[in-house]
């Protein structure tokens, strides 16, 4: 995706941001305050078998490679209002490990006019995340209470980003709230990829405007048809993909929420062996207060995934479900999260095995530091059974890994 495009789409506004600034000048929408920057600093210990991220089947960001310390990410995003009501952000980010340079997070332009009896009303277009993630939150979409997201959240990263036209509403009846999104995109056509060749992983990593990923080794079929790399932000059929979400708040200690998301991928279409994948899935969400220090939040997902001609090569049905616990203490919290996923294989095995199953247990603690700084504690560990490991690699397809990682989030 050509950074061209998204200039387009950001400054898609221009003849009211050309208003703002007769209004408000030019100053108005570079002030220091418009501008708000991250980094993250690492420290890790990790064994197990190689990461995804290094062409191995891994399950983590960091896998078999003992401690290191490192850059978890750098960014800094652009937040100015245009008119009262209109304002854009523009997010650039890095993760040294996995892309090298800097590329563009999130792009978009964002339109939330006065209510109408008593409906919110929000618009937004341009480069973002569906809104699916309950752990992530800000400008930089970062896990608010831990440091690796659930296996839902964390293929999210790696693999849904939309260009789209988004329109949202919400609507308060005293405690009780409902709400509504609906949005067409396109640039989202190998979402499934890492899905299906890889299955599922939790880590940190997040795509971005022209991001790739190596897979890891394919079944000697797949060799011939599907290329090493993919491009998740990526368009090569044309077609607009949709995406909706209903949001009900019943009391106001539960949340609920229902998302389906369909990329109507076109499974004829290809580029240089990058592929459009035909995926969708739908997803429910909970949120529970305990109490007003200790919160129970699940979710839910289940999906299925093809690409190929005629009979798909590919037709990999995917299934994930997490439930965290976080308690409180003053601006302090602990954490516990327990995953489960799997993969099933629809397809002939000449195609490659692509069925999983597996686990994962997660345990943060999170401590405030100071205004802008931030410590995080994490276990991660991860049992899962992959046939392709032996298949492919001769290597036992059941493997288990854990990783142990510090996090030091400064945030301005």
Known sequence: MSIRLLAVLVLASAPTAALAQSQAGLAQLIAPQTFSAYLDLRATASDGEKSWLDGGFGKTRYGGEGARLSVGEAAIAWNPYLTSNLDAVVEGEIQPDHDHGARIGEAF??????????????????????????????????PAETITPSAINSWVGEEVKVV???????????????????????????SGTLLATRGWALDDVK???????????????MEYVQAEVTNPVRSLDGRAGAYGRLDFKPTARLSLDAVFYDNLGDLRSFRKLQWAWDTRFLGLGATFAIDDNTR?????????TRMGY????????F????????????????????DVFSTKNRTDPEYGLTQEHGWAITADYK????RHLTGLVEMLHVESDRPARTDILSEPAQQTQTVVQAALRLAY
């Open 367 to 370: 401590r405030k530091l100071g």
């Open 310 to 317: 005629g009979d798909p090569w590919v037709n990999t049905g």
């Open 207 to 221: 795509t971005n405007a022209s991001g790739r990923y190596r897979l890891p080794p394919l079944a000697d079929f």
């Open 164 to 190: 789209g036209f988004e329109v949202s509403a919400r609507k308060a009846f005293g405690e009780r709230e409902i709400g509504a999104t609906a949005a067409v995109f396109g640039f989202n056509d190998t």
């Open 296 to 304: 129970l939040m699940g979710q839910a997902m289940i999906g299925d």
């Open 319 to 338: 299934s994930s479900a997490y439930l965290m616990a976080t308690r409180w203490f003053g601006e302090d919290s602990v954490s516990g999260r327990i």
């Open 109 to 142: 332009v964002r339109y939330r006019p006065l209510p109408i009896d008593g409906v919110h009303i929000a618009v937004r277009a341009g480069l973002f995340y569906p809104p699916i993630s309950q752990e992530h939150e800000g400008l930089f979409w970062t």
